[in-house]
């Protein structure tokens, strides 16, 4: 189970900094991954980490604003995002991707990811 929190309303050139618990199962095994959601748009591939937090890929329309991280002890992946644009504006979704070989990476489909959180709504005004 994946529960997302953090999202926010905020102003362009802000900050928010979300987070996703995980339970029921070993996180260190899951690549994790933020995915959005815009009003009539498809979801879109944000960020994605890897097992030990060592390995980190971004969409191209987020690199050098946002960062994700995970803290395995805790359970939690975390996406600190800077410099918020009113087009950063969507519904944010952790995901997490259980395959052995880590399907996933570095560039996911949503189709690879196999555990979904219910998403946290972020939105920038400009």
């Known amino acids: 189970q994946l529960q997302a929190s953090g999202g926010g309303l905020v102003q362009a050139g802000g900050s928010l900094r979300l987070s996703c618990a995980a339970s029921?199962?070993?996180?260190?095994?899951?690549?994790m991954g933020w995915f959005r959601q815009a009003p009539g748009k498809e979801r879109e591939f944000v960020a994605i980490?890897?097992?030990?937090?060592?390995?980190?890929n971004y969409a191209d329309s987020v690199k050098g604003r946002f960062t994700i991280s995970r803290d395995n002890a805790k359970n939690t992946v975390y996406l600190q995002m800077n410099s918020l644009k009113s087009e950063d504006t969507a519904v944010y979704y952790c995901?997490?991707?259980?395959?052995?070989?880590?399907?996933?990476?570095?560039?996911?489909?949503?189709?690879?990811?196999?555990?979904w959180g219910k998403g946290t709504l972020v939105t920038v005004s400009s």
């Open positions: 980490i890897n097992r030990n937090g060592d390995g980190k």
């Open positions: 995901a997490a991707d259980s395959s052995p070989l880590g399907r996933s990476w570095p560039d996911p489909r949503a189709g690879d990811m196999v555990y």
């Open positions: 029921g199962r070993a996180f260190s095994t899951l690549f």
